[in-house]
């Protein structure tokens, strides 16, 4: 035993399904962007949704599809994290502790899109869109979450992409792998004062 002397620590680890890790609101929401962008990227490397995407007739240059078919799946990201944060924190956290978090969220990615070649007076306009994507969203999962895949895939056929029937189902199963490992990271999140 003497040649592990980190055992005690993963017996320990191991006792509580999500160790806690305390976070101030503005920690939260950053490592929440952080977390869009590489599932964002994940996504767009991942053989299957690369399938998908192809499936659909959606052109990829470099792995990444057009800017809004693109803006379009960051949309879907964004929302299956807002909707994890807001499921996790229910009841346990007050709601305007949850609204900083995912104002900072959002706040966050905004940002990294103005860094990265958006120019800054089309961020108004994205807003617009993601708010009225997540209305859209929220309507469809109270009915299943079969329909917001669905409700997703029309905005990428809009977008210029075609129909495909299996790809409704893979973007609700995008969303739905998104936020259960999600939820579980929160639920050892304790939100500290800043």
Known sequence: MDGFPD???VR??????????PMSLQQLGDTLAQLVWENFSDFLADPEYQSLLTDLEIPLEGGVPEERIAEELLILHLWAHSRAVELSFHRRVPR??????LDHL???????????????????????RVSARYSEYYAAVRHSDEILGRVALAHLVEAGAVDS???AKLLTERAVEIAH??????????????
């Not at 305007?96 to 978090?101: A, R």
């Not at 940002?111 to 007076?121: I, K, L, Q, S, Y």
């Open 106 to 128: 959002h706040r966050a990615v905004f940002e990294d899109m103005v860094e990265n070649g958006t120019p800054r007076a089309q961020i108004p306009v994205f807003e617009q």
């Open 96 to 101: 305007d502790q949850i609204k900083f978090v």
């Open 12 to 21: 320990k680890e191991m006792e509580e399904p999500y160790p806690s890790s």
């Open 181 to 194: 490992p999600l939820r579980d990271f929160l639920e050892g999140v304790k939100l500290i004062a800043e």
């Open 7 to 9: 055992l005690d620590l």
């Open 165 to 167: 029937t299996g790809a």
